[in-house]
């Protein structure tokens, strides 16, 4: 299942790209879904295997524009 992690800047999507990557955690840059109401456009999405890994090594970081995590529900985006 995808799981998204949702920023507020796209400059700090990116750099969450590339830095899960980095930590061997498969992530690509895509775009914000309309259910997650922020006006960035783009979040980084990986697999939920990587979900536990992925929390623990972003919240090391300091993304001031993090917005949270949403997972695929049927056809929506829920947070989590």
């Given at each position: 299942m995808t799981i998204l992690a949702v920023f507020r800047s796209r400059a700090q999507?990116?750099?969450s790209v590339a830095a899960l990557k980095n930590a061997g955690i498969p992530a690509s840059a895509v775009a914000t879904p309309k259910e997650a109401g922020v006006g960035c456009g783009i979040s980084a999405k990986f697999e939920e295997n990587f979900f536990a890994r992925a929390r623990f090594f972003l919240q090391k970081r300091p993304y001031a524009s993090f917005s949270g995590f949403m997972r695929r529900t049927g056809?929506?985006?829920?947070y989590l």
């Amino acid at each position: 299942m995808t799981i998204l992690a949702v920023f507020r800047s796209r400059a700090q999507t990116l750099d969450s790209v590339a830095a899960l990557k980095n930590a061997g955690i498969p992530a690509s840059a895509v775009a914000t879904p309309k259910e997650a109401g922020v006006g960035c456009g783009i979040s980084a999405k990986f697999e939920e295997n990587f979900f536990a890994r992925a929390r623990f090594f972003l919240q090391k970081r300091p993304y001031a524009s993090f917005s949270g995590f949403m997972r695929r529900t049927g056809d929506k985006f829920v947070y989590l």
